[in-house]
């Protein structure tokens, strides 16, 4: 398997995490949209990054609760 989904992730998260809006479920499924619409948008399909990841949607919410704790030191 190639990399290039968690790639996509992992640069997608860093440029997006801080402007997701909290760690509610409405807010993670909006930016699991954003992702798969902009992974899509470059040919990278969304089975391509779960593959890589496992739950797409914990790792958003564990970018998302991290970034949120780091503002708060």
Same mark, same amino acid.
């Given at each position: ?35 798969? $619409?902009? $992974?899509? $948008? ?32």
């Amino acid at each position: 398997m190639s990399p290039r989904g968690v790639n996509f992730l992992d640069k997608w998260l860093s440029s997006n995490v801080s402007g997701l809006a909290s760690s509610d479920v409405i807010s993670v499924a909006e930016a699991i949209q954003k992702l798969f $619409a902009d $992974a899509k $948008a470059i040919g990278i399909s969304s089975t391509e990054i779960e593959e890589e990841t496992g739950s797409v949607y914990e790792t958003v919410l564990d970018a998302i609760v991290h970034h949120d704790a780091g503002l708060a030191d």
